[in-house]
């Protein structure tokens, strides 16, 4: 019995080794340029609105907010057109890891769940993907924060 | 009528016949090569309905009912209703159930569980119980992509190995030889029932892997059994390998001495237009099978194109909780062998 | 001036491609890469740096989620300026308010109006 299983098991790698030998390789050059454009272009029409907001008095460390939120606001939209599962699509990252790409994450999931109702479907699904994000970004930030303030005494 | 054991894994029948077939797709599968066997194609996901899940169970009802239909056996002659579907607790299936109030086997096998429902169903009639069954399965895109990776909405990216579960039903009515007239048909020969094999695959963006191993243990038995080999079918039909499981399956029969290729087809390949459609690796779902037999595979039995198929219907038995616990996923695949008489 | 548009772009862009090439080379969902970018920009923005490349790339840091952590990070260090330890667990939310309330706004609303597509 033992040595059935091990060839069992002999055989399994020999397979999984044949299988990752014969795979369709993920474009990796491909999606790393569409990441960078897509990625590049989103902060740059970022970095353009927080201008906007610059040119009407606030500094670049004020504008940040309004920017951020103009951002949410244009994922978001994006998302309820049904556009910017395409962004993601072909930029990947470039798509998911900006701003933009985070009101996605949490307005796809509300906009599907709808059909479960309005408390447990399109309320709870807002926080799949951001639920994560602000668990451990507030934990992280707690750390940080907690970590410098023991080492330095200051903030 | 009677049902013989010819191995540990295959049961044959005589007289089982298919009386009729219907397939139902959405719009996707309809502008795939295999559109115009498609008794019927939905011009939208959704057609009105409230939601994916709802238009699931619709999809399903409506290809029992063309089959029905087509039969000429009333409905309330319908003995049995078997089959499944991808969706928790086999929603559509019990859902359809509540409206043809036929006594129903609801089955899961992901997406083998259509030649699952077939072979069982021809089994039944042959062991002398039901005069016949409706064996049917279905899946709908958007219902599976909700249940089991994203909401449609969410932005990801789709690996070269990803499936496209495809919004689809098909439905067959076997009977026995009393209800059968005249000239031949489509017959159900045998049944191979498949086990759970796992072979240590992890990545559910890419099914080939993981159930081509299962795919080929029920060839291999199915073979061994009957003491056929591939020479005798004209084609051998997988579920949903995709263009990539059909390789690996190739590969395995090839490490020991069978050669394979020019009799493997497999479902979800044929679907799509893989380089049109952006499918990746092709169909799956428990509707792919399901249609694609009972629309293009069934028809040109009917017109004789083919004379002997094997049909062997893939599933990943795999759930989201087993998948974020770090398991592995196991598969399995029955094989159904059809004939025209 | 211009020279920060330079560097939005290009900033942003490899800040993605980073994370891109995570996402092909490792086991990982998007949703992992999100929470270790957040996390990693947490840590950056802790100890200094991630400040000094807001003030090169302006938004190249701050769109991509990097930049969430870093406001975090640096709200929590305000609130400790003013409030003390308390500010530990008060700053980091109240930083990133406005944007996680915009989310949810706009995300019940889209909800409401828009219905998904294939």
């Avoid at chain 3, 930049?67 to 975090?72: H, K, S």
């Amino acid at each position: 019995m033992a040595s059935q299983a091990k060839q069992g098991s002999q055989k399994m790698q020999e397979y999984q080794d044949m299988a990752n030998q014969m795979r369709p390789r993920k474009p990796l050059l491909k999606n790393a340029l569409w990441a960078f454009f897509v990625g590049g272009l989103i902060s740059e029409v970022g970095q353009g609105v927080q201008w906007f907001f610059m040119q009407h008095g606030l500094s670049a460390k004020e504008a940040t907010p309004p920017m951020t939120v103009v951002m949410i606001g244009i994922g978001a939209l994006l998302t309820g057109l049904g556009w910017y599962d395409r962004v993601v699509k072909h930029g990947g990252m470039g798509g998911s890891l900006p701003i933009t790409g985070f009101a996605n994450a949490m307005v796809a999931p509300a906009m599907e769940f709808r059909t479960e109702g309005l408390v447990l479907g399109v309320g709870a699904k807002l926080f799949t993907v951001a639920g994560p994000v602000l668990a451990y970004g507030l934990a992280a930030a707690f750390v940080v924060g907690l970590l410098r303030l023991l080492i330095t005494g200051v903030a | 009528m009677a049902v013989i054991r010819l191995g540990p894994s295959t049961y044959q029948f005589e007289n089982i016949r298919i009386l009729a077939a219907a397939a139902v797709g959405g719009p996707k599968e309809g502008q795939g090569p295999l559109g115009a066997y498609f008794d019927s194609i939905w011009s939208s996901e959704l057609k009105d309905h409230a939601s994916f899940e709802v238009a699931e169970r619709h999809l399903l009802l409506e290809a029992q009912d063309l089959a029905v239909k087509k039969s000429a056996v009333p409905w309330e002659s319908i003995d049995m209703v078997m089959g499944g579907d991808l969706l928790d607790q086999l929603a559509s299936t019990n859902f359809a159930g509540r409206e043809h109030q036929r006594p129903l086997l609801g089955l899961f096998a992901a997406c083998a569980v259509f030649t699952e429902a077939l072979g069982l169903g021809a089994m039944a009639i042959a062991g002398g119980g039901p005069r016949n069954v409706l064996a049917a399965a279905a899946s709908h895109h958007m219902a599976a992509e909700r249940q089991f990776r994203f909401p449609i909405e969410l932005g990801y990216q789709r690996a070269p190995t990803a499936a496209w579960t495809a919004t689809a039903a098909g439905a067959c009515l076997v009977s026995g030889s009393d209800a059968v007239t005249g000239e031949g048909g489509v017959s159900v020969e045998s049944v191979t029932f498949g086990r759970v094999v796992d072979w240590g695959s992890k990545d559910p963006n890419d099914m080939g892997t993981a159930m081509a191993p299962a795919a080929y243990d029920t060839i291999c038995r199915h073979f061994e059994d009957t003491g056929r080999s591939i020479e005798d079918y004209d084609q051998i039909y997988t579920g949903d390998l995709g263009v990539f499981g059909v390789r690996l399956l190739s590969a395995l029969a090839q490490k020991d001495g069978k050669h394979w290729d020019e009799r493997l087809d497999d479902c979800g390949r044929a679907l799509y237009a893989i380089d049109k459609q952006d499918v990746h690796n092709g169909g799956s779902g428990a509707g792919c099978s399901a249609s694609v037999f009972s629309g293009f595979i069934y028809n040109r039995l009917l017109k004789k194109d083919l004379q002997r198929v094997l049909l062997v219907a893939t599933g990943a038995l795999f759930s989201p909780t087993t998948y974020q616990q770090g398991e592995s996923i196991p598969s399995i695949a029955h094989a159904v062998s059809v004939r025209r008489l | 001036m211009p020279l920060i548009f330079l560097w939005a772009f290009i900033i942003g862009g490899l800040l993605c491609v980073v994370a891109q090439l995570t996402l092909d080379l490792f086991p990982l969902t998007p949703a992992h890469i999100l929470v270790l970018f957040v996390v990693i920009g947490a840590i950056l923005g802790g100890v200094g740096l991630y400040g000094k490349l807001v003030a090169v790339a302006g938004a190249g840091a701050s769109v991509p989620l990097t930049g969430f952590g870093y406001t975090l990070v640096t709200g929590v260090g305000e609130a400790v300026k003013t409030k003390g330890v308390l500010g530990l667990l008060t700053g980091g939310l109240t930083a990133a308010a406005g944007g996680i309330k915009a989310a949810v706004l706009f995300g019940l609303a889209a909800s409401l109006v828009f219905k998904p597509k294939v």
